[in-house]
């Protein structure tokens, strides 16, 4: 008996270990960070219109609001998405701000989400949702976590898509 409840504790444990363990943490800043280089075909101004054209444009409504840099190789961004509590009123839903980084370069891009803030009157960084000995942790907050490991990969997959330069049909003369 003794050992069932052992096992199945550590079954436990482990299971929450690898929960978190999908959280890409920075080892110099130890911020939640996505960062990827991405091969592709294509002179700089190709691709970076694809990503402009393709990516932002898809992704934002309005990619021109949320651009803080925009020089033709770089653009870093601020922008916003609402997490998912389960409560019906979405009004209550936490908010999380994020910094974007897009580089551009002969024949790779490099993106790095970054500075997961939630919004609040002061802003906290999502990292401190990670500690589950502070004295305020609740159970919610591995749900928030995940969603934003969810909306990092998702960001990721649509902007590798993007990347994927169209095929041009050529059309025949009749």
């Known amino acids: 008996m003794?050992?069932?409840?052992?096992l199945c504790t550590a079954i436990l444990f482990a299971?929450?270990?690898f929960a978190?363990?999908?959280l890409p943490i920075?080892?110099?800043t130890e911020k939640i960070t996505f960062r990827k280089v991405i091969n592709?075909?294509?002179s700089e101004d190709e691709v970076y219109n694809r990503i402009f054209s393709g990516f932002m444009n898809s992704f934002y409504k309005s990619p021109a609001t949320i651009l803080q840099q925009n020089d033709g190789r770089t653009m870093k961004g601020k922008h916003q998405f609402q997490l998912d509590n389960g409560d019906p009123v979405k009004s209550k839903w936490p908010w999380?701000?994020?910094?974007?980084?897009?580089?551009?370069?002969?024949?790779?891009?490099?993106y790095t989400l970054t500075d997961f803030m939630q919004k609040t009157q002061s802003n906290h960084p999502c990292e401190e949702w990670m500690d589950k000995e502070d004295p305020l942790y609740q159970p919610v907050w591995d749900s928030y976590l995940n969603q934003i490991v969810e909306f990092g990969e998702d960001?990721?997959?649509q902007f590798e898509e993007k990347l994927i330069p169209e095929k041009v049909i050529e059309e025949e003369d009749w």
């Open 96 to 110: 999380i701000t994020y910094r974007f980084i897009i580089e551009v370069r002969e024949g790779r891009v490099r």
């Open 155 to 157: 960001w990721g997959k």
């Open 40 to 42: 592709t075909v294509g």
């Open 26 to 28: 920075d080892a110099k």
């Open 20 to 22: 978190q363990s999908n």
């Open 15 to 17: 299971a929450v270990a």
């Open 2 to 6: 003794k050992k069932t409840i052992l």
